[in-house]
């Protein structure tokens, strides 16, 4: 199926410029450091921003351009983002009712609707208390049955989990993938577990452009950029192809690994933190990469301390336990050898599917 939204435009004051669509029935998740756009495309999805020129689509209705804003409430878009605003006055049921009514229909068939929803989300039990009697997961259930008892074209989910605690977002992952099935989504987070749990589809933001987007396995598995790498936790260096499995690293050493890369053309390697050990003497006799670097940063995250060697203008990220920091006396400005196997490391054709287009 094709997009369901479309955003071609630009917002002058904010530097953003975008390309993206989203996929009819799809979760598309957008990622991206702080500023990069992702509230910017909310609000023009939504119908709170009008941009300086192009346009946003919403089936085939233009909804927004230079000259045009259908209002929020003219469009059919189901809303959830960290805090719910439920209605403190009106009773859950009628918090739930509240879109379908103001979108004329009956009271009766409203109510209906709205009890239906409630009990999708198992909280039909709940429907006559008042929203401040609720938990936070609670109210998070009332307003996923409130953005779906609209029938909405599209749901904006704007990091819907992260003012909750942990023990509770598990079960609204679960709960919101099975009400999302079919619906057309997009989903803000900075939490790759949301987007394994519900994307289909990825789109990286970067400045306020489209670095990245694909299907979620297309773009986590060749990260386009440092940042859609270090959201996957793996390491992403760049070089160029020396043949089918052998990248030059920029101003470094060759490094071995598994893929086809076409020879002479850009290219990069991914490679897990978890799957480089550091030396103070290359081991000698394996077929593992063994390469020089310099230690340039240490960061501990519990147990595991991160190590960052810099390999010619790029640093890899090493995830080695305390006690062979430690072992190794490693402090920054120390020379080491980094060992991987080939098998660890994964080359991608920079113009491979998922990258930016
Ligand atoms: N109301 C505003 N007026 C002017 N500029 C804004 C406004 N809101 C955001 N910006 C700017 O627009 C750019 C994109 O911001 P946006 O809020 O869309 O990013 P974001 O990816 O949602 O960031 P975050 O993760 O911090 O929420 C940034 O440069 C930001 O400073």
Redesign the pocket.
Known sequence: MGDAARIDAVVE????SLELGLRSGATTALI??????????VQLIGGALRPDSGHVSIGDRIVAGPRTLVPAHQRRIGYLDQRPLLFPHLSVLDNVAYGPRSRGIPRATALERARAELAAVGMDQLAERRPRALSGGQSQRVAIARALAIDPEIVLLDEPFAALDAASTPELRRLLRERLAEVTTLL?THDLLDVLALADELVA?EA?RVVAQGSVDDVLTAPATAFVADFVGVNLLHGVAVDASALQLDDGPVLMGVGELPPGEPARATIAPDAVSLHRAAPGGSPRNALEGVVVALDSRGPVVGVGVRLGSQVLRADLTAASVAELGLVPGERVVMVVKATQVHLHPADGSGLAR
Do not use: D
Request: aromatic share 0%; glycine share 30%; charged share 20%.
């Open positions: 004051r904010r530097g953003v991206g450091p702080n500023g990069a756009g992702k509230s910017t495309c803000v933001l306020g």
